[in-house]
C-alpha cells in the first residue's frame, strides 16, 4: 500500500496532479470572487420572482450550497434541474442560472435554449466551449473562467470556481446578503489550514478502506455531504452514501440491523455553529449508531461562520477522497464508467 507521504509515489498515480487542483481551492474562490466583482448585471435581475439553476453532477454543486447557506434568507424560491427540461412557470420574472464547467453538458444546453424562448433573466458560470457560445451571442451576464488554479482540469475539482461563481453572481446582482470580508475571511482561514487538513485527512483515509462511508450532517453542512458522497464515488471509485439530521431520525435508525456484516463506517460532520436541538441530535444518533455495533468516524468542521465552514468541509472531502482513491491505487482524476457510459449513450 502506497505511503502517503511519499510524493513520488502517489505522483505516479496521480498522473493529472489532482493533489494540485485540491490544494488550490482557496486560489480559486480568490480568483472567482474578484472577478466576478467586475461583471454588471442589469438592474432588472433583481426583480424577479424565482431562480432556476440548471446542472449536473459536479456542475449541481453550487445548488446545495446555496440551499443550505442561504434558503432561508433568499428572497424567492430556489429550485435545482437536474435534467434537461425547464418547468412550465419559467417565464421574464425567473432568473436561471446555467452550470457547467465544461459547457457542453447537453441537459445544461438544452435549458439555456428553453430560457432564451421564454424570455427568462439568463446568467451562467462555466469554464467556456458551447456555453460560452451561447453567452456571448446572446450577450448575457455570465461568468466564464480560466480555471487557472485545477490542473487536473475535473470540474469535480474547479469547485471554487462553480460553487463561489454561483454564490458571486448572487450576491452582485443583490439577492444574497454576503460580505466581502466574509468572503475574504474564509479563503484566508482555508489557505491557513491546507496543510492540517491535508495531513488529518491522510490519516482518515486509511480508515475507510473496504468500508462503506455513510456521510451525517446537517444545516449548512448538508451541500457538504452531498458533495462529499459524489467525492468518494468519484474520486476514490469507493461506494458512499449520505443522510442528514433530522430526517434521517425518522428512518435510517430502523434499517441498521442488516445485513449483520459490519462494513458500513459513519463519518459525522460536527459543528459548532449547529442549533442546539440538531447538536443533541447528532449525539444521540451516534449513540443508536454505535449500539448497533458500527464504527464512527468524528470530524469537527471548523470555522466562524457557515461560509467558512462549508469551505473548509469541501477542502477535507478532496483531500480525505484523494488520498483514499490513492490507497486504493486508483488514478483519481480518471471516471471510466462515467466515459464510458457517455459513449455508448452517444453512439446509440
Known amino acids: 500500500m502506497v505511503n502517503l507521504n511519499d510524493k513520488v509515489a502517489i505522483s505516479k498515480i496521480d498522473k493529472k496532479n489532482v493533489y494540485a487542483s485540491v490544494e488550490e481551492l482557496s486560489s480559486q474562490c480568490k480568483q472567482t470572487w474578484e472577478e466576478i466583482k467586475k461583471i454588471n448585471f442589469p438592474q432588472d435581475y433583481k426583480n424577479i420572482q424565482n431562480i ?15 440551499k443550505c447557506l442561504f434558503g432561508d434568507s433568499l428572497p424567492v424560491p430556489f429550485e435545482l434541474i437536474n435534467g434537461d427540461t425547464l418547468p412550465m412557470y419559467v417565464n421574464e420574472n425567473t432568473l436561471v442560472m446555467l452550470s457547467s464547467y465544461s459547457g457542453s453538458t447537453e441537459e445544461t444546453l438544452s435549458c439555456a435554449k428553453q430560457a432564451l ?3 427568462a433573466k439568463i446568467t451562467a ?40 461563481g454561483h454564490i458571486g453572481i448572487l450576491a452582485k446582482i443583490g439577492l444574497v446578503n454576503l460580505p466581502d470580508e466574509d ?10 489550514n491546507n496543510y492540517v487538513i491535508g495531513e488529518l485527512t491522510k490519516k482518515i483515509a486509511q480508515e475507510f478502506i473496504e468500508k462503506i462511508p455513510v456521510i451525517v450532517g446537517s444545516s449548512h453542512l448538508a451541500g457538504n455531504a452531498h458533495t462529499m458522497r459524489n467525492q468518494f464515488n468519484e474520486t476514490a471509485k469507493s461506494f458512499c452514501t449520505y443522510s442528514l439530521i433530522p430526517e434521517l431520525n425518522h428512518h435510517l435508525m430502523e434499517g441498521l440491523l442488516y445485513p ?9 460532520l460536527n459543528s459548532s455553529l449547529y442549533a442546539a436541538a440538531i447538536k443533541k441530535r447528532f449525539e444521540l444518533t451516534k449513540d443508536v449508531v454505535s449500539k448497533n455495533n458500527i464504527e464512527i468516524v468524528n470530524i ?8 467558512a465552514q462549508t469551505l473548509y468541509g469541501l ?22 464508467w462515467v466515459d464510458y457510459f457517455k459513449q455508448k449513450l452517444s453512439e446509440s
Open 315 to 336: 477542502s477535507f472531502g478532496g483531500y480525505l477522497t484523494f488520498y483514499l482513491g490513492i490507497l486504493y491505487d486508483q488514478d483519481p482524476s480518471l471516471i471510466p
Open 260 to 268: 449483520k456484516e459490519r462494513i458500513l463506517k459513519f463519518l459525522f
Open 117 to 119: 424562448e421564454k424570455k
Open 125 to 164: 458560470v462555466t469554464a467556456g466551449s458551447k456555453l460560452g457560445e451561447f453567452i456571448k451571442t446572446n450577450n448575457i451576464p455570465a461568468y466564464i473562467f480560466n480555471p487557472l488554479y485545477n490542473p487536473a482540469n475535473q470540474p469535480r475539482l474547479g469547485q471554487g470556481y462553480m460553487i463561489m
Open 52 to 66: 432556476i439553476l440548471c446542472g449536473m453532477g459536479g456542475s449541481a454543486y453550487a445548488a446545495y450550497f446555496i
Open 183 to 192: 468572503v475574504i475571511n474564509a479563503t484566508v482561514f482555508l489557505e491557513k
Open 300 to 307: 469537527e468542521i471548523l470555522g466562524d461562520t457557515p461560509l
